[in-house]
């Protein structure tokens, strides 16, 4: 992996909230000899935050 950036927006159209993930990102693999893989596979988990929190 070169390099990888991750950038989030919130959105929202009427009573609806979109939220949109741009990845940029950027993988090389070189190798004299022998096989070298260079993937740009994306793995992405959207959990909701439990905002609700009492301070006691």
């Known amino acids: 992996m070169i390099k990888n ?5 919130k959105h929202r159209i009427g009573k609806n909230k979109f939220l949109v993930v ?5 993988a090389a693999a070189k190798t004299r000899s ?5 993937t ?3 793995n ?3 959990s909701k935050r439990n905002r609700k929190h009492k301070h006691f």
């Open 40 to 42: 740009n596979a994306l």
């Open 34 to 38: 022998g096989n070298a893989l260079a």
């Open 44 to 46: 992405i988990k959207i």
């Open 5 to 9: 950036r991750v950038k989030t927006y």
């Open 22 to 26: 741009k990845v940029f990102q950027a």
